[in-house]
């Protein structure tokens, strides 16, 4: 089977900076599956899988903007940190709340020099081309079935319909029962 759009797809995978450093394996994370075509992954890593068969392994590269986007230094600000409410010191790799560019974002401390703190809010990746390594474990038309639970979004899928045994199977599934997970 060869993916394209609305397809579910499982890939093994690596992928790292240009000059080589490891950003994230399936070695590590466990193999992705994602639905092709629906914006699920980075559009860059879509479109370079597209028309890729089951078994197949492929390498590729996806530019910084088909991935995290380019570096906008619009986002890139000096503030204090009175401006900021920072009630602790500042320390370069913190994330912070910061108003920039007329709207409130989530930014990362990058400098922190005499009363300035610099404070960035593009994805740490913008800019970064990313070197991809993926092998094709599977394909299919139809969604996979959720292993676990999560409790993230109505139902762990114990499968009790509200029977008696429902609160048990729950706890079975990490939930923790008493109907939080939709079981009742």
């Not at 995978?13 to 466990?30: A, C, E, K, V």
């Not at 980075?42 to 370079?48: R, Y």
């Not at 094709?136 to 499968?159: K, N, R, T, Y």
Request: with cysteine; net charge negative; aromatic share 6%.
């Amino acid at each position: 089977m060869t993916i394209t759009k609305e397809k579910y797809v499982t890939i093994s995978y690596s992928f790292s900076t240009p000059d080589g450093f490891l950003l994230g394996t399936s070695d590590r994370q466990g193999p992705l599956t994602f639905c092709a075509g629906s914006g699920d992954i980075i559009s860059g890593l879509d479109q370079a899988l597209a028309g890729v068969e089951e078994g197949e392994n492929t390498k590729f590269v996806v530019s910084a903007a088909d991935a995290y986007g380019l570096r906008d230094e619009s986002l890139v600000a000096e503030m204090t940190a009175t401006e900021l409410g920072l009630d602790l010191e500042p320390k370069i790799g913190y994330r912070v709340e910061a108003q920039i560019g007329g709207r409130w974002r989530s930014a990362l401390i990058s400098e922190v020099t005499e009363g300035k703190v610099t404070v960035d809010a593009n994805h740490p990746l913008a800019g970064v081309d990313l070197h991809f390594d993926c092998t094709v474990l599977g394909i299919s038309d139809v969604a996979p079935v959720q292993e676990s639970c999560g409790c993230g979004g109505g139902g762990c899928g114990c499968g009790s319909q509200g029977s008696a045994d429902a609160e048990a199977q729950a706890s079975s599934c990490g939930c923790g029962g008493g109907g939080s997970c939709g079981c009742h």
